[in-house]
């Protein structure tokens, strides 16, 4: 995860890290705290579970009312 960090924010490439992240049915989220992560780590990490965190109640909004 620390070198697709690294790797992408180097290139500009927001939108890459967020859509690498968000399209895994599960997210196994390790070891964070281990070694340093660049600079926007923690923007992108909040960005990543937020959305994630909606997607799950509209799936979950969406089994409920059907």
């Known amino acids: 995860m620390r ?5 992408d924010e180097a290139l ?3 939108e890459k890290i967020m859509a690498r992240y ?3 049915d ?3 989220i ?3 705290g281990m070694k340093q992560l660049p600079k ?3 923007e992108y990490l909040f960005e990543i579970v937020m959305w994630r965190w909606v997607a799950t109640l509209r799936r979950w909004s969406a089994i ?3």
Request: negative net charge; charged residues 20%; glycine residues 18%.
């Open 26 to 28: 599960l997210l196994i």
């Open 12 to 14: 500009g490439g927001e």
């Open 3 to 7: 070198h697709n960090f690294l790797h």
């Open 22 to 24: 968000l399209k895994p």
């Open 30 to 32: 390790d070891d964070m």
């Open 40 to 42: 926007r780590s923690g």
């Open 64 to 66: 409920c009312a059907g």
